[in-house]
């Protein structure tokens, strides 16, 4: 009878264990990544993870052209100097993807 008892307290904590490691991890959705939408209060700080390539290659996505300076600032946004529809622009590349002119 204890044999029993112990061995169906095993299977209880083993089913729990299984079913707490099953679970979909949550995320923080508040400041993702990379936005499909600009964000209006950008660029935004925060830790950057695009590279030097990938950060002209966005701004060109942008449609700027001649990006040139890109340089990784203290607050995690990539600035540089550019050109978009033939006028020369400071363009910055946030940790979200965004993409802005300096006013």
């Known amino acids: ?7 169906s307290i095993g ?8 079913l707490a490691q099953s679970e979909t991890p949550k ?3 508040t400041t993702p990544a990379v936005k ?3 964000n209006p209060g ?3 700080a925060g830790k950057n993870s695009f590279t ?3 950060a002209k290659a966005r701004i060109e996505e942008a449609g700027y052209t001649d990006v ?5 600032d203290d607050q995690g946004v990539w600035r540089a100097s550019a050109t978009k529809d033939g006028k020369q622009a400071n363009v910055s590349l946030d940790f979200q993807g965004n ?3 300096a006013k």
Do not use: D, F, N, Y
């Open 11 to 18: 299977v209880v904590m083993t089913a729990s264990v299984a």
């Open 68 to 72: 040139t300076g890109l340089k990784l």
């Open 27 to 29: 995320t923080s959705q």
């Open 99 to 101: 993409v802005t002119m």
């Open 1 to 7: 009878m204890k044999k029993l008892m112990i061995l």
């Open 42 to 44: 950008a660029p935004v």
């Open 36 to 38: 499909t939408e600009q």
């Open 52 to 54: 030097e390539g990938q």
